[in-house]
Each structure stands twice: as structure tokens, then as C-alpha cells.
């Protein structure tokens, strides 16, 4: 081996090890001295190459972890705001992140749990009011009928629920059917009417 190829070959030897690697180790590899190696890391600063190259990787790995906490912050606002209704993929496309890498979050950072904790408001209750005076109870028109069903609905696709959640949705699904049996009822009374005449 040609001296300078050799010393290109110690440097990278000692670079690669992250300078855990005796003088002697890579002399004996490269079959030179070891006073040799020796020279040739103090004259091209070997430690200082080191060095720069180890502080650099510390930047980029700060800016990478700056970067998936972004994501992270981001993929976890989309699954609150979806309410839990999306799935790992979708996020992960995104926020630029591989599902498996959401899966590790939604674990370590329980955003199940996270989510169950929030209040609902009112645009999420199944029994919220839509204007003033809406009454479950007194819902006889088929599109109220419809339109509350469907909020219903959309509660249910949820993976996880409180128990006040719960009790709320099986009121609201007590007072839906009440109000189906009423508007039935209307229907059969009208129909009864009109074959009376």
C-alpha cells in the first residue's frame, strides 16, 4: 500500500471509530509504524476533524428533533380535532412521519386518553340544541328525525366514549325513538282522518 493511500486509510480507520481506536491498531492493520500514525494524526488534526464532524451531527440531530416534534404537534392537534375518527396512515401522510412512527406516539403520549378527557361542546353533543327551542322530545318532522340520527351517528363511529358521553347518546337514542313513535302516531291519526271524511 502507497504511504499516502495508507494514511488516507488510518484517518478514515480513526474517523469511522470515532477516535476509539489505538494508534498502534491501525498501524498494525495498514502494516506501517505506529510513530507513523502517530504523525499523521497530529500534523492533519485527526481530533479536530473529529470533532467538527461530531458537533455537526449534534446540530442535525437537534434540528431533526425539532422537526418531529413539529410533527409530532401537528399529527396530534389532527387526531383531536378529527376526534379520534382518522386513521394512522392518514396522519402520518400528513405530517410526513411513517404510520408506524404515529402508532409510537399514540402509545407513549396516550392520546386515547388525552382525547376522553376533553369536554364536549356543543356542536359535538348528540343532544345539543341546534337553535332555541329545539326539544328532543318534541322533534315530529322526519328531517329532525334524520338530522339528530345522524349526529348520533357520527358519535358512535368514535373508538372510545366516557360514561357520561354514553348516557348522554342513550337519551338522546330514547328521545329519537319517542319522537318516531309521535310522528308515527301523528301519521296513523291523520290517515284516520282522512278515511273517516
Do not use: C
Not at 488534526?45 to 416534534?69: C, H, N
Not at 396530534?76 to 379520534?84: H, K, Q
Not at 340544541?129 to 322526519?142: A, H, I, R, V, Y
Amino acid at each position: 500500500m502507497m504511504k499516502k493511500e495508507a494514511r488516507l486509510q488510518a484517518e478514515k480507520m480513526f474517523l469511522n471509530a470515532k477516535g476509539k481506536i489505538t494508534n498502534r491498531e491501525i498501524a498494525k492493520t495498514l502494516n506501517v509504524n505506529a510513530l507513523t500514525v502517530g504523525r499523521w494524526k497530529r500534523e492533519e488534526e485527526w481530533d479536530s476533524i473529529l470533532k467538527a464532524r461530531e458537533q455537526a451531527a449534534i446540530k442535525e440531530d437537534r434540528a431533526g428533533s425539532v422537526r418531529k416534534k413539529d410533527a409530532r404537534d401537528k399529527a396530534v392537534r389532527l387526531y383531536m380535532d378529527a376526534g379520534g375518527n382518522i386513521t394512522n396512515k392518514e396522519l402520518a401522510i400528513k405530517v410526513g412521519v411513517s404510520p408506524a412512527t404515529i402508532s409510537k406516539w399514540k402509545e407513549v403520549d396516550a392520546w386515547i386518553s388525552n382525547i376522553q378527557l376533553q369536554p364536549l361542546t356543543v356542536q359535538e353533543s348528540p343532544v345539543a340544541q341546534e337553535e332555541p327551542g329545539f326539544d328532543l322530545n318534541e322533534m315530529t318532522s322526519p328531517e329532525q328525525i334524520i338530522r339528530i340520527n345522524k349526529k348520533i351517528d357520527v358519535f358512535l363511529a368514535r373508538e372510545h366514549l366516557l360514561a357520561s358521553e354514553i348516557l348522554d347518546l342513550a337519551d338522546a337514542k330514547s328521545a329519537l325513538l319517542e319522537s318516531v313513535e309521535t310522528y308515527l302516531a301523528i301519521v296513523r291519526d291523520l290517515t284516520a282522518m282522512k278515511l273517516s271524511r
